[in-house]
């Protein structure tokens, strides 16, 4: 059974490699990931499949689908929480790359040895792009696999890019020699064409030669300069020479005169000229840089296959998006704003091989710097000190939003520095003696960098940020101690009431401009008072200067009424720079204020005098007279007064009783019983009343009597009623005062005649 179970798995593999070809390498999607127990299936079928690839080409292209699928199923799992699935796809990935990087060096053929090549280094570098993202995002315990994963990759491409670069070489050399060897046919060629135009000199037969008798001198045999000439030059390329047959010679005692030129003979024919081949040539390249891309332009003499070769950061090969063309165009993405990229054009028309190297550089982003703060007040000059210095808020921008950056800066008297600013999101670190910042994503963003001189004079700051440069000019000027002092001394005498709990200014100063910034706390003073509570003064900022604030009453103290004096006797400030304390000249300065009593309340009467008519009464006694009489308040303005207590005492009180006392109204805010509104002259807007009830009087009782309507009444006796110890309250300070003045109401009864 185990024998069957094993041929069931291999024929199902077959299959499924066979059958299933395209559905298995068509797209790097995840597929089966492989945290499925069905995983071993998908991998078995793809080792099959490659080990019936016998084509090396194939092979490699199918081995770098696999490690996209690999890539695919990693971004898959790498939130999964699943170290060993991750672990297992990176292992598969790693196979793949190097299946793919061997298998590579068996193409034979240059041109598509180098294409597939080419292919590798794309895809491994975008391996290492998607490997860096998935690195985020993976459990710590597989952050190890992907690393190595990133470096076997790195690996891969450099192998493809070392063997571009040696078959590059060799097909150069290659190149190299047919050119030469095209060089020389073409000199060749020119050479037989300038002798097919000559008329070569045919040597004449012995019947022509006229024989001379002997003489006694020697034969003189005349040279022919263009036979000469021709000899020359046939010998020089190695051509056929025309020269005397020997036996036309007779000997040195003959004279040889050359007969006239004769017609070139038939049996020579001239070579036909050979057709000029147009050399090749590369002219207006033009780029375009933007802050990722760049848009390269150029022209070929003739219409020709073109390419271009990047380097720089990248590695990358683009082909003409113009095919065969004079005018040719690429983009280029995928660049890094501020860098410097090398370039290579190549052309190729037949044999003809051309290159032009150039080099562009991206746009940058936008740098800015300001100087955030510097020793001196107006921001431009600094003294030479130790503590002084200039701080330069810098920000670098591309699009807009800020990008991590880092930041050189340098000045014309030696000071140099580093910033850095990174997205918070990454968590780094910031390295020692460098000023970092960590900034959230798309927002605007800067580093502040402190410049320290070193010499006196005119200093020239210079900021660099990915190839854009910008400058600070700062003045440094010898240090002059400079102390701060007391300067637009104010005493406002203010005026407060007693027991009053607002505070107020009893007045302000300022400093003067010192040798560097200062900072001044509240408690860092003394002073001199008649008042011995603790607390009642207190020193803010306010503005550019600076207030004494006093609060007359707390829940601890409250000051006595009369005028009081505050002597400030020393201040300490500490320079924002040097961090030392420094102490301010051009004290003491005296400040006044007077806690104002409030004066007693005085009754104003309205009606002090009553008479009770008993007639009115259903049954008596007792009488119940009601309101007898009113009075007003005068106390202080616009407050919320009350009646806080009071006796009413009557007249004869051993003869005479009765029940009742002070009524009235309430206050329109936070009023209660017996309270009332004061308007601006300090009056009550409601009066009070004195109210009696339960009258008892001596002599007064009830008697029978004949009614005469005609007839007065008669009075029947007459009582006073004292309002005594009457203590009024300020609700708004809680003051309570005595009355100096209390009112005194009199009462009449009167009965019917009888």
């Known amino acids: 059974m185990k024998i069957q179970s094993g041929k069931t798995f291999i024929i199902v593999a077959l299959v499924i490699s066979v059958v299933m070809p395209f559905s298995v390498f068509a797209a790097p999607s995840a597929g089966i990931k492989p945290s499925s127990i069905f995983y071993f299936l998908d991998i078995a079928a793809e080792r099959v499949g490659l080990f019936f690839t016998f084509n090396s080409e194939k092979k490699v292209r199918k081995a770098l689908e696999y490690a996209d699928e690999r890539l695919a199923e990693v971004e898959a799992v790498a939130g999964d929480n699943n170290t060993e699935a991750v672990k297992t796809a990176i292992t598969n990935y790693e196979s793949s790359i190097a299946l793919a990087t061997e298998k590579s060096k068996n193409i034979g053929e240059k041109e598509k040895a180098e294409a597939l090549l080419t292919t590798i280094s794309d895809s491994t570098s975008r391996h290492q792009e998607v490997l860096a993202d998935v690195l985020a995002k993976v459990p710590d315990e597989a952050k190890e696999a992907i690393t190595k994963a990133i470096e076997a990759s790195r690996k891969g491409q450099e192998e493809a890019l070392q063997k571009i670069a040696e078959l590059k070489g060799e097909v150069e050399q290659l190149k190299q020699e047919v050119a030469e060897l095209k060089s020389k046919d073409e000199k060749r060629a020119k050479v037989i064409e ?202 670098y921008t591309e699009d807009g939003k800020f990008k991590p950056v880092i930041i050189g800066i340098s000045s014309t008297d030696g000071f140099t520095g580093e910033g850095r600013i990174f997205s918070s999101a990454n968590n780094e670190s910031c390295p020692d003696g460098v000023y970092c910042n960590a900034c959230v994503t798309s927002t605007t963003c800067n580093v502040l960098i402190d410049y320290h001189p070193k010499s006196i004079g005119n200093q020239t700051l210079t900021v660099t940020a990915k190839g854009v440069v910008k400058t600070v000019d700062i003045k440094v000027v010898e240090y002059v ?134 007639v009115n009464e259903t049954s008596w006694p007792p009488l119940d007279p009601g309101a007898i009489g009113s009075f007003n308040v005068k106390y202080v303005t616009n407050r919320c007064i009350k009646i806080e207590s009071y006796n009413v005492r009557i007249e004869n009180e051993t003869k005479n009783s009765f029940s009742g006392g002070i009524g009235g109204g309430t206050c329109v805010v936070g009023g209660t019983g017996m309270s009332s509104d004061t308007d601006s002259n300090g009056i009550t807007k409601i009066p009070f009343n004195l109210i009696v009830n339960n009258l008892l009087m001596d002599g007064v009782t009830n008697r029978s009597w004949n009614y005469r309507a005609t007839n007065l009444p008669i009075s029947v006796g007459k009582v006073k009623f004292y309002i005594e110890n009457l203590k009024i309250k300020d609700n708004t300070t809680g003051i309570i005062k005595d009355v100096l003045n209390p009112p005194v109401f009199e009462l009449e009864i009167v009965i019917p005649y009888y």
């Open 194 to 395: 300038e002798l097919s135009k000559r008329k070569p000199q045919i040597t004449p037969t012995p019947a022509s030669i006229p024989v001379q008798p002997p003489t006694s001198k020697t034969p003189e045999i005349a040279p022919n300069p263009k036979q000469e000439t021709t000899s020359q030059a046939q010998t020089k390329t190695d051509k056929p020479q025309v020269t005397l047959p020997a036996n036309q010679i007779q000997d040195n005692s003959v004279s040889v005169t050359p007969p006239p030129p004769s017609p070139m003979p038939s049996s020579i024919t001239p070579t036909p000229p050979v057709n000029q081949t147009v050399m090749l040539e590369i002219a207006s390249i033009n780029v375009v840089p933007d802050l990722y891309s760049a848009t390269i332009e150029w022209q070929t003499n003739i219409p020709a296959n073109s390419k271009i070769f990047i380097s720089g950061g990248v590695t990358k090969v683009y082909n003409s998006e113009s095919g065969i063309s004079t005018r040719h165009l690429v983009h280029v993405t995928g660049l890094s704003s501020g860098t410097n990229y090398l370039f290579e054009v190549e052309a190729i028309v037949n044999d003809q091989v051309v290159k032009k190297q150039d080099s562009f550089t991206t746009k940058s982003g936008e740098l800015t710097t300001s100087v955030e703060f510097a020793t001196s007040v107006d921001k431009t000059s600094i003294p030479l000190i130790s503590w002084s210095f200039a701080r330069l808020a810098i920000s």
């Open 481 to 614: 101690k400079i102390d701060p002092a007391i300067r637009d001394v104010f005493s406002s005498s203010s005026i407060f009431e007693i027991n009053s709990t607002e505070e107020k200014s009893i007045g302000s100063f300022k400093f003067s401009q010192a040798d560097e910034s200062i900072k001044f706390e509240g408690y860092d003073y003394k002073y001199e008072s008649d008042i011995q509570k603790k607390g009642f003064l207190r020193i803010i900022q306010a503005g550019e200067g600076y207030q004494l604030r006093v609060t007359p009453k707390t829940n601890t103290y409250a000051l006595a009424p009369g005028i009081h004096s505050v002597k400030i006797t020393e201040i300490k400030v500490v320079g924002m720079s040097s961090g030392s304390y420094r102490f301010i000249t051009g004290l003491p300065i005296t400040f006044t204020f007077e806690i104002q009593d409030i004066p007693n309340p005085e009754i104003i009467p309205i009606k002090t005098t009553n008479t009770h008519n008993v």
